[in-house]
């Protein structure tokens, strides 16, 4: 083997064939009708992996398999993320088929709206299994189908990196970091990586519902200047269920266009420049005055 051979050998997870990084490996994306998890089907099944899409929108899940199967093998099955059955049903079904699985995306999430002093307990406990209990019952009921080791990826949020205005949500979601660090901790031995993205505004529909001042405001507080495409984060799924990401795991990552990464200091800059926020569709070249006055740091 030369050098370069050791530098860039990815065979502790699997190595790529015709190009394609995802060869022969399966993966499950929760919540995958739609949105993110559907733009990530597409990508990860390019790559050449088996998807396995579920989500409770029947319809809309198994149109968008049939319109991807000309990409490779995709396959849509029902699995609503908080059902202890619908988990047994679909990790037997893929046992007694003998598929080995190699990727879980726990991708599924709703909004759960509700202030603190107002939300009722019913209200709390559904954003709270929706957004965080249906990862948990993912991992346990696909951790064991994982027998050649395997990348499991839950889907965060911003609201899972400060306070935001859906208590239940953002509890939730906080709840995924600590599920993502023990998991990453307690699967290692079996091969097995776990990591976590939080994505900022991305344009799809679980926004629809949103006021347009509150996204607006969101855009304004977001360096980048716009939400993202579901299709640019399907970009990191596929680098995260890939071998190349082998020695990744526990780790966290926000996907935000800057957005968590400025503590209000954009609100700053914004009023000292003297810009107007604009919300751009494209990422343009930063826009920074010359002279900064010197303020608190
Ligand atoms: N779009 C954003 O701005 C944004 C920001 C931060 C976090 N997120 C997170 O990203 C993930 C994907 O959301 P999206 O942006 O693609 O939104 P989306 O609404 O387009 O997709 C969410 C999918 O989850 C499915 N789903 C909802 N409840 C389910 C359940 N109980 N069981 C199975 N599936 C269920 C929906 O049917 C839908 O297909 C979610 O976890 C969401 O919380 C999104």
């Given at each position: 083997m030369s050098a370069l051979d050791d530098i860039t050998n990815n065979d502790a997870e699997g190595s790529m064939q015709d190009g394609k990084r995802l060869h022969g490996r399966t993966i499950v994306i929760t919540g995958g009708a739609r949105g993110q998890g559907a733009a990530e089907a597409a990508a990860l099944l390019e790559q050449g992996a088996a998807v396995v899409v579920t989500d409770i929108v029947d319809e809309v899940g198994q149109s968008l398999a049939e319109g991807l199967s000309s990409l490779g093998r995709c396959e849509y099955r029902h699995l609503d993320i908080t059902s202890v059955e619908d988990w047994q049903a679909l990790a037997t079904s893929l046992a007694q088929e003998g598929r080995v699985v190699h990727g879980l995306i726990n991708n599924a999430g709703a909004p759960q709206r509700g202030r603190i002093l107002d939300i009722p307990l019913e209200?709390?406990?559904?954003?709270?299994?929706?957004?965080?209990?249906?990862?948990?019952?993912g991992i346990q009921h696909v951790a064991s189908l994982m027998t050649e080791g395997g990348s499991i990826l839950n889907v965060g949020s911003i609201a899972a990196l400060s306070a935001h205005h859906q208590v239940s949500y953002t509890a939730a979601k906080w709840g995924l970091r600590g599920l993502t660090k023990v998991a990453a901790l307690e699967l290692a031995p079996l091969g097995i990586r776990v990591n976590i993205v939080h994505p900022g505004f991305i344009d799809t529909e679980i926004n629809s519902g949103a006021p347009q001042k509150l996204l607006d405001t969101q855009l304004s507080l977001t360096p980048a200047g716009r939400p993202a495409q579901p299709a640019e984060i399907a970009h990191l799924a596929v680098y995260l269920m890939s071998p190349e990401s082998s020695f990744l795991t526990g780790a966290e990552i926000p996907f935000d266009g800057g957005y968590?990464?400025?503590?209000?200091?954009?609100?700053?800059?914004?009023?000292?420049?003297?810009?107007?926020?604009?919300?751009?569709?494209?990422?343009?070249?930063?826009?920074?005055?010359?002279?900064?006055?010197?303020?608190?740091?």
């Open positions: 209200g709390w406990n559904r954003g709270i299994a929706v957004n965080l209990t249906g990862a948990m019952l968590s990464s400025h503590g209000g200091a954009k609100v700053i800059l914004d009023s000292i420049s003297g810009t107007t926020p604009s919300h751009r569709s494209e990422p343009t070249p930063d826009v920074v005055p010359d002279e900064l006055p010197i303020g608190p740091q």
